[in-house]
């Protein structure tokens, strides 16, 4: 698409819109670690594709196992750093609160507490610039629950580790 200006009586010209240039958050680690490049929308891929679910064998024990903690335990992380800007010090323990419990509740009642996985997966796009939309959100939480855990846990995996190594070390 492109737009027409007129320019100092030279008449119309088109020129191309140019991309967006990546998010930059003060006080946020880098959110695009791996430098993948951004579309003209300022959107990237994901840092880790949905099957590379292996790549962090203990997160996908827990979301094997036990997904209700695997999302309680993103959610805390997420909520930490868009609050805070800076990683949850707790974010290795697992803790069973208050998403943990709903997300059981809804395992256990109907089968169906990957719905919840949607809105996370869907504010960690948001927060990280990355491609999709409710329907891939939806899909990529139903269609496979362990691996949408994963992935997302790995995306803030990525900041916080480059929050680590801007933090001065004791």
Known sequence: MSTTTEKQGKGPQNTQPEAMPPMVVPGAGNRNVHNLPYDNDGKR???FGI???LGDVDTCCLACWCPCLAHGKNRRRLEYLN???VPDPDRNRVVAGGDSLLYACLEVACDVGWILQIST???IRQRYNIRGNGATDCC????????DLVQGSRELQLEE???AIQ???P
């Open 167 to 169: 933090q001065p070390q």
């Open 51 to 53: 099957l590379s679910c």
């Open 83 to 85: 609050v805070n800007g």
């Open 161 to 163: 580790e480059s929050l």
């Open 140 to 147: 990529a939480a139903f269609c496979c629950q362990m691996c």
């Open 45 to 47: 891929d994901w840092s």
């Open 121 to 123: 997966r869907e504010n």
